[in-house]
Structure formats: C-alpha cells, structure tokens
C-alpha cells in the first residue's frame, strides 16, 4: 500500500501520427505504441507551481479545473488571475476583480476612424484615393474629404482585431486592397471571414482561424451556421455621453442618443477537428441591458489666440473665453454574454451563474457560482463552487466638497444606483470542490482553494480621482479632479510666448507604492494546506526627466491653491454660509548642492470672475505671505489676476488668500448659490535638491519575492526573490510608452461663421483650445502584460545565500512617430513640447519584446558566484511580411495667412504591420566550476517564411574535432516540396492536399536530412495516403535510408488502414512484421482492443459494430453481469476466444474520468478504482484484492 500526499490523474499518452507537435524530432516516425499507458501520479507541483514572466515580472497565476482532452488537441478550464494591479476604474469580471475564467475564448474589435465594413474595407474613398486628393491639390475635395472624416462618414484607418482562444492569442487588421485578414505577428494560422447584410449597412458575421494541424476554430456562427453568437455595441441611447464643465452639466447632453451599431465582439462557437470528426461546442447565455456609469475623460481647456498681434479683436466686439474644466462620462447599455455550456464527444461542462441575486457593483449581472462536469449520461463528474464577498467604499461621501465623488451623476444619468455601484467591488474569496457521492455534489467534503487580497476594503469607489498616471490607486483623496499639476506658458501662433501663464491643474498623479497594492492577491492557500504568498512592488525605470521635470541640480515642487464657487447643503436641504478664505503652508528648502539658501519665486493668482478673459473683474483677493518661523507677515496685496517674484530664504512659510471688498463696496453675498466656476487659482514652484542615480516609480506592480509553504504545519518554506538591475545596479526597467496629457483641439472662432458653402469657412479671428486631458493623448501600450519590461532580471533562490539565476530580454521602443506630412497639412506645434500631432498609434514592437537573449545560473560557494552555465540567444530574423497605411485626420482650422484662413486638418500617417522575430542561433556553456573552462553546444536555425516551421538546425559542440559540426538537418514540410526531386510526382500531389492553401496541415513533416559529423546522410521520409470515401490523407509510413547502405532504406511504422475518423486501426511496425490490429470504442476515442498478430481483415465487422456499441452504450462502472460495462468484457473476452492465436489485450473506460480496467492477453483483469473526486484510489486484481492503494492528506476531508 502506498501512503501518497498528492493527487492523482489518468493520463492516457496515445500518440497520433496526424498530432500536431511542436519538436521536429518526434515527427520522424516509427512510434506504433497506440496502447494507453497505465494511470500516473500527478505531482504536487501541479497545484503550487507558480511560473512567473521574469521580462514584466508578473507572476502567472492559474487555478485549473477541468481539461477537455480531444484527439488532437485539448481544452482546458481555468481561472487565471492578472497581477499587474488593481485600477481604479475597473470593473470585475463575473470570476472577480483580477480574474479570467478561461473557457473558449473571442475575438474583439479595436474600432479606429470606422467601422471597417463601411467604410475602410468597402469604401471607393481608399487611402490612394486620399492622398491623390493632396497631391491634386484640390482644396474643395481635400475640405470633403476631412469634414466627412470629422463625422464618420469616411475611413481612412483600419480597425484592430485581437483574439485570445485555446493557448492562442494575437491581433490581425485588413489589407485594404485584397480585403484578407493580415497577422500582426505572423504565424502559421489561417483566419477566413464571411459577411451579412445588416441594417445598417454590411457586417462581418462570422470568423474561422485554423490551426498549423488544421484544427478549425468558429468565432460568432458555429460550423453549420445553426447558432449565433455576437456581442453588439451601440444603438439607440446605448452608448450615452454626458459632459459637466466646471461641475456642471451641460443640458445639451441630456438628450436622447444614437450611436452606430455594430459587432465588437465574436464569440468562439466551436472547435472542429476534420480528421476525427469530432467537435467542442459552445453554448453562450446573455444577462441583458447590463449597465454601468464609467468616465471617458477629464479635460482642461486653455484657449490661444491665433491672430497676428497688431490685431486687437477686443476692439472688434470678438471676447477670447476663458479657460474652464469639462469631464467626459458615458453610461454603456449591452447584452453580456457568457459562456453557459461547453459540449464534447464524453460530456459536457456546465457554468450557472447567481441567478437569483443581482450584482451589487453591476446592474442587471450575475456573479460567476458553480462549474460543473457530467458526463453522456449526465451523471455529476465534478462540481467546483466560487465564493464571493463584495468591499464598499464609504469615503466618497465623507469628502470636504459636494463634487467629491461626483454625486451630481445622480441627477443626470439615467440609472438608479451610479454611485453605489461604483463603490463595491466583487472579490473571489474561495472555489470548493466537492466530493461527487451517488450523482450529487457533498458539500461537506471539498478541497479549497482560498485567496487573500491586500486591504481589499481600502479599495476606493470607481469615481474616485486618487489615481496615478496609469490609473492605478495612489490615496491622493484630495484631488478634486484628474488633471494633473501644472501649470501652462501662454504663446502667440506668430511671436510665441508671450509671458503669461496659467494654472491647468492641481491633481496628484505620482505613484504611491503602498496604495498601488491595495487588492492585489498576496496569497492563495491550496487545497493540500500548502500556500503562496506574493509580495509585490511598484515597476521602477531609471529616472526619466520627459516623466518628472527636473532642472540641473535642482527638482521642481509644484504647489497650487485653489477653489471653485461651490456651496455647501446640510442635511435639511439649507444652504450653509461659507468662508472665503483658504490658505497652506509650503517649505523653501536650502539648496546645498548649488550653494544657495534663498530661492527666487514667481506666485501666479487668478481671480476669473468674469464669463469672458477680457472683461474687468468685480473681485479682487487680497494675498497675505506669512513668514511662520517670526510670525510676520512678509507680503501682502490685493489682487485679481497676474504674478509677483519674491526671493525667499529657506524656511516655512504660509499662503494666506481671501476675499476682498468690491469696488462698489457692497456686502460679499456669501451664501449665494455656487455655480461652479473658479473663483480663485494660485500656484508656484519651489525647489529641491535633486537625488541623484534615482528610480522612476512607473505604473502597475512586479513581483519581489514569491513564498511557498508545502503545508500549513511546515516550518520551513521555499522562497525565490526577485531583483531587476542592470549591471550597474540602475533599474533595467522600460516604458513601452510614456504617458503625455497634452493634446490640441480644432480651431473654433469668437462669433458666428459664414458659410458660403457647407465646406468652407471665412472668419478673420480664430482661436485654439489646448487641451490637458486626464487620458494619455499618447496611447499607453503594454508589454507582456505591463506598462514596463525588464531587460535584466535576477532570481535569487532560498533568499541570497545557495545560487542565482540571470536573465537579460530584449526591448525595444520607437521613440517619435514618423515625421511624414502632406504638402498643404499642419502638424500644428503651438506648445513646443507638443510632439507628433495628431497623436497615431505607434508601430506595434511587440513582437520583438520580452525574448530571452541570456541565461546564467550561478553557485553560491565559498563567499562568492561561481558560473554553472550560461546560455546565449540570437534574433537575428526580423521580416516584416505586409504593411497597411493608415492615414489619422483631425478637422482643424489653420493657415499662416489671416486672411486665408481655410478648413484644412493635422494628419499623421502610420502603418500596420504583419512580423515576426524568430531565433537564429542558441548558445549554451556549462562550466566546470571555479574555472573559465567550458563546453560549449550551439545550434542555428533556418524558417520557412510562411509557415516559421523550423527547416534547418545545425548543432555544434566543441569537443567536435575540425567544424565542431555535430549533426546538420534539414526539415521539409507540405509547403517545402516544391523542386524537392527526393519526392515523387505522386506523393507530392497526395503532400498538396496538406498545404496552406488546403488543409493547412502545414505543421506535419514529409522529410528530414541528417549530416552528421561523419559527413554520412541519412534521409527520413514519410509517406502519406488517402483513404476512406472522403479521401482523407495519413501517413502510411516512414522510410529510412543511411547513406552507404544499398538498397531503399528500412520502413517503419507502416499503416496499413485507418477508419474514417483518423484512427489507426491496422498497423506494422516494421515491413514485413507482425500485424497488430485496433478496435475504437466510445464514439471511436479509445481503443478497446489491442490485437498483436491478428489482421483487421481476420476481424468480424459485425462483431466490431456490436462492441463499438456496447462500449457507447457504457455508463457505469462496475463487475457486476448486470452492469453494462460488465457486459462489455465479457463481448471482449469473446475477442480473445475467437483468435486464440493472438495476443489480446482489452480495455473499459469511463471517458471523463479514466480508465477502469485492463485485461491483459493472459485473460487477467486489473481494475482501477477512483474516490468521491474522482482521483485512483485502488488498483484491484481479478480477485478483489488490492494491488495499490492510495491515500489523499488534504484539509476538509
């Protein structure tokens, strides 16, 4: 008996010549053995192995629960969890906050410009056509071209499509020209698209994206088009925005909406193999008109004159408005779907959410409850229950300020509970998985899996403005908005900055280390009583001056004092006095490094009481500074809008503001309602002694150090830190883009324009909005998962004192976009800072990012590293295979000459792109340690560029004499046989049917060559077949031939039939040998019968039928004569009597567990026994007695 503390899986290993493998060196053949290995012993790694990307430095975090094991590939369901952080604004998913349930998979859409079925892809109005408009120089059709733009009836970008199915993920665009599907990163998969008729115009209905082993994968209709399953955005009032300036809303936007409706999403329908003819479907539910409040943006707007300035147009009656805050909210209606059933040949997987019980951070969804496996016969397999607990956010109405929080939402947005839903948050607690007794799920006997969050209960509403550049928490509660602190130097378009300048901000946005953690997991508990726990810290790059402004020696603290005209109400609805009086106080700090001990200061105030820039203001503040150290008042004036500089020595100080008296000496009213306008901003700037050699705090978090505990009780624990420094011990980090709040906005004029036609604009007096926007204007990308990638990385196993393992990657980063532009187009650069506008996605790197250039693993001895190996990579493959233009317009009014002024727009072309960046060459050295010495192994790679199929590998070793060549193969694949005189005209045309453009078997070898270092060839072919009515093609066999010898070669691994559904069912391992015989059983998954020296033809098709159909009529397990898997031994037994010269070996299943017994030729049963979770439990011979027993120590049991 066998006391064993893990778990336990059947694991049939059948190898199918027509799989899909990856290796080259197991696709040459030979391999007969299609009889299921006997049941292995999963280790208990397979619960607690957390593999982390060292290149983003997120640990990969997976809870399986069930894998759907098909012919030629498998399905596995899972939760897996992103460890990047949590982000304010995020909504969980149905799982929980952080969590993916991972069954079946999508494709969704990235809408740039149009949506790309009416307009990009189908539109005469092409981007040659465009920019043949510019080079015409017609300027009527180039004000069409871009005022249709401006409203959506043109599009001149392709829109983006991302997948993510079954280990599969990616994103492709169209080639506008032949309208096909292009990959970003190319890969051997083949994606086909159909499209419908809608009313609204063409859509794209379905996807398919086949696999290199030709395995087909149905996205939004199923293989026969019976079912359909699309998510659909937009409609009548479903896509709704709202805007407020300066806290209040615009009535404008309280109206009735309309958005074009289209599929943004396509769902994963089915997986259907050709070969076996077997399918995975799914079957998806919808939770409809679920709705949620999100905000799009926050905006501060900043007007410049474009006039010339011996223009006056205060003189022409044409007033310049001022300066004022807008944010940008949506409210979005749709049907979520989600996956409800998934069905296979030996069962089906059931999802049901909590129907009863509606989700209190999402109105009209249902959190994620129990997932559940039965099987044909709809017996219970197993079941896993999800547990749940929400946290609340109760700060949002303990402010200092109405707008605190935005309540006003309340009363403009057509939903009951905006506000209460954006402060819960759903949280996976635990999953349960029960005991599965007489068909029913006890729920007093489950294996848990437990997870622990960092202060989930500090999470902050998804309104709330404490947020860092990324969005991530950063606790600064006080901001009243999201724009960050600043301040902007005012310009004039001909003779630029004019000196003045204007606070545009006051927000918080650095990243708080602490804060960023909150509701991060820290630790998960596993069923065994085992445990990890994850400690976290904030991404870091070196110290980038384009993130932080900082000047020589010295670094810039912005500080700002503001308030708007708001009041405040008391519970019984009365109106409270308010103080107008604010203050703060400030240090000036003593600059050692550059020897100064006071500080020049220039103080900025504005009083804007007026509507318009250039009315008088009726309210002057009066500004007291406070020396604090002796209590003296060092400065004091009445003031409405301008700046002072005063030199200050190093100390404390306090800013003192107020309201002053009127010129008309009346009362201040100081209960009146507040409108929301500013009605005072001050800022300056003060400095600090910069430190120097400092990191960067970037967004998101990293892993520090993974803990394991084997059980609860374990004193000891394993523990692997992380440190991510160059060689120089400076942050290896990298942005993949920095984030950049400034944009531009088109030019508007100060009155009414005339219109001679609907394209043409004639005013004398335009103006410019600058906008400072709470979004990145520059789109912020990820890599691998995180904002920032590591090009070197360290793990230290057991702390820092037994070994440690070096990791360098790649990076790489454009740095501007392109500088092209049209003759008669503005980049308009009214900020200096401004860069690249309009702001167009950049070229997608990613597939040259995060790929392992080097590993070295090194041996604590003695005090110090010693080398133990080191391993080197080459990229030197990089093709970009297709390019699409994409051109990015934005209506804008702009000409040097006043007065011409023209409609014209900013563009910026860009391209998509289709990649790849495969390794050329491996490296490995292992040292004999304490010496430099070592033995070094190499190998170069060559790639079809099609199909990125490896075609050629070298292996060198330098204990090789001469060359140091090893072996030199070569690789040949269905696309490689064109002008290969080793294959015949024959095979060749029977190859074709496996190729891209038919099967798209691409992944399966027809031949290798060998070269060793005796310079000898030896030459692997593999023929193939058709057989059955649909003339399927196999491999009949393999032939081998070693230069030097006569004659052909040596077959082996000889088919000599297959059914129709790909199986093996006579083969010869070697020509001229033994024949061994299959029979398939359980819908012709398994083989129920091996016969060695029998012939199929020696076989009874009759007595094949009936025990096909016995073992599909099987759904039970047990020896009794009335059980039906009873009677299936005993039909097989008749097999082993009628050919009594053969060796006979049967089997009995239950599919979605396991194997249940084995008989071997000597008529001797073995039975396999599993436990209430269906894991071995007792091998039993044909007596009863037990051969093995195992045993489980987890907790709950």
Known sequence: MKNITTTLFLCFCIVFLVGNSQEVNDRTGGDMNYTPATPEIAALGKYIETPVNLYSGLPQVNIPLYTINQKRYSVPVSLSYHASGIKVEEVASRSGIGWTLNAGGMITRQVRGGIDERGFLYSSRTISYFKNQVASGNNENLREEIFYTSIGERDYEPDLFSFSFNGYSGSFYFDQTTKLPVLTEHSPLKITYETENANNGKRISSFTITGPNGVKYYFGKDRLHTSSDVEIRGGFNKEMSYSFTD????????????????????????????????????????????????????????????????????????????????????????????VSQINFNH??????????????????????????????????????????????????????????????????????????????????????????????????????????????????????????????????????????????????????????????????????????????????????GGSKEFIFESNRIEEDVDLYT???????????????????????????????????????????????????????????????????????????????????????????????????????????????????????????????????????????????????????????????????????????????????????????????????????????????????????????????????????FRTSGSYTGYTKVTEHEAGYGTGKIEYTYTFFAKKSFSDFSFENFRT????????????????????????????????????????????????????????????????????????????????????????????????????????NTHITDSITYSYNPETLNTTRKKHYNSTISNSGLLSDTRYYYPDDINGLNDISTAQKNIIESLNRDNDHRVSELVMSKTNGSSQFETKTKLFYNQWGVEDKTFMEYTQTKKEGYPGDGFVTGKILQYDDYGNPIEVQEKENGPITSYIWGYHRSFPIAVLSNVSYSDLSYDFIDNLTNLSNQDTDSCSENSCSEQALRNELQQLRNQHPKGMVTTYTYDPAIGMTSSTDPKGLTSYYNYDSFNRLKFIKDYNGKVLQEYKYNYKNQ
């Open 247 to 338: 806290y209040r809303i615009d009535s404008t936007e309280d109206a009735d909406q309309e958005t074009q409706e289209y599929v943004s999403s396509w769902f994963l329908k089915e997986i259907y193999d050709p070969i076996a003819e077997e399918s995975v479907t799914f079957d998806y539910q919808k939770n409809t008109n679920v709705s949620y409040i999100y905000r799009k943006s926050e905006v501060k707007e900043i007007v410049e004159w474009l006039v010339h300035p011996n223009v006056v147009p205060i003189s022409l009656g044409c007033k310049k408005p001022r300066s004022k805050l807008k944010q940008y909210f949506g409210q979005s209606t749709y049907d979520e779907y989600w």
């Open 828 to 931: 308009l650069s009214i900020d200096p800072n401004i860069q690249d506008y309009p702001y167009s996605p950049k070229d997608d790197l990613e597939y040259k990012r995060g790929k392992l250039l080097s590993k070295t693993v090194h041996r604590w001895h003695n005090e110090e590293f010693l080398k133990v190996s080191e391993e080197i990579n080459t990229y030197d493959i990089d093709v970009t295979k297709h390019s699409q233009e994409a051109i990015k317009i934005v209506p804008m009014l702009a000409s040097n000459n006043i007065s011409t002024i023209n409609a014209v727009g900013a563009m910026r072309n860009y391209y998509l792109n289709s990649t790849y960046n495969l390794i050329s060459s491996k490296v490995v050295k292992t040292y004999n340690v304490g010496t």
């Open 550 to 780: 900082i000047s020589n020696s010295t670094e810039k603290v912005r500080h700002s004092l503001s308030d708007l005209d708001t009041q405040y109400i008391t519970n019984d609805g009365s109106v409270e006095r308010r103080d107008f009086k604010f203050e703060m106080e400030f240090e000036v700090k003593n600059l050692e490094l550059s020897g100064h001990n006071s500080q020049n200061i220039t103080f900025h105030y504005d009083v804007p009481c007026s509507v318009d820039e250039d009315d008088e203001d009726s309210c002057p503040w009066e500004i007291i500074l406070i020396d604090i150290e002796s209590d003296t008042d060092i400065y004091r004036i009445f003031v409405r809008s301008g700046e002072i500089m005063l030199n200050l020595k190093a100390g404390t100080y306090k800013l003192l503001g107020r309201r002053g008296v009127q010129y008309e000496e009346t009362p201040i009213d100081l209960t009146r309602p507040g409108n929301g306008d500013p009605l005072f901003e001050m800022w300056f700037t003060t400095f600090k002694d910069k430190i120097p050699d400092t990191e960067t705090l970037t967004g998101g978090l990293r892993i520090a150090e993974i803990i394991s505990n084997t059980d609860e009780e374990s004193l000891s624990n394993m523990s692997k830190k992380y440190t991510y420094e160059d060689t120089l011990g400076k942050s290896s980090g990298n942005l993949v883009s920095k984030p950049y709040f400034q944009d531009v906005a088109y030019v508007k004029t100060c009155f009414d324009i005339y219109e001679t036609t609907r394209f043409a604009y004639l005013t004398k007096y335009p103006h410019l909005q600058m906008f400072y926007t709470s979004n990145s204007s520059v789109p912020l």
């Open 347 to 528: 069962g089906k997987v059931i999802f049901e959410q909590d129907q009863s019980v509606e989700r209190e951070d999402l109105s009209n969804s249902h959190r994620l409850r129990n997932i559940s496996i039965y099987d044909t016969s709809d017996l219970l397999i197993k079941q896993f229950e999800l547990f749940h607990f929400y946290t609340t956010d109760n700060s949002s109405y303990s402010g200092t300020k109405i707008y605190s929080g935005y309540p006003f939402i309340d009363e403009h947005i057509n939903d009951t509970q905006p506000l209460e839903y954006a402060r819960k948050r759903l949280f996976l607690d635990s999953i349960n998985e029960y005991a599965i007794i007489n068909n029913q799920a006890n729920t007093n006997t489950y294996k848990r899996y437990k997870f622990d969050y960092e202060s989930p209960n500090k999470m902050p509403s998804r309104f709330s403005t404490a947020q860092d550049f990324w969005g991530y928490y950063n606790g600064e509660r006080l901001n009243n908005n999201l724009i960050q602190l600043d301040y902007y130097q005012h310009r004039n378009f001909f003779t630029g900055p004019n000196g003045k300048s204007e606070l545009v901000g006051t927000a918080d946005r650095s990243v708080n280390e602490e804060k960023c953690k909150i509701g991060i997991l820290k630790k998960i508990t596993y069923p065994t």
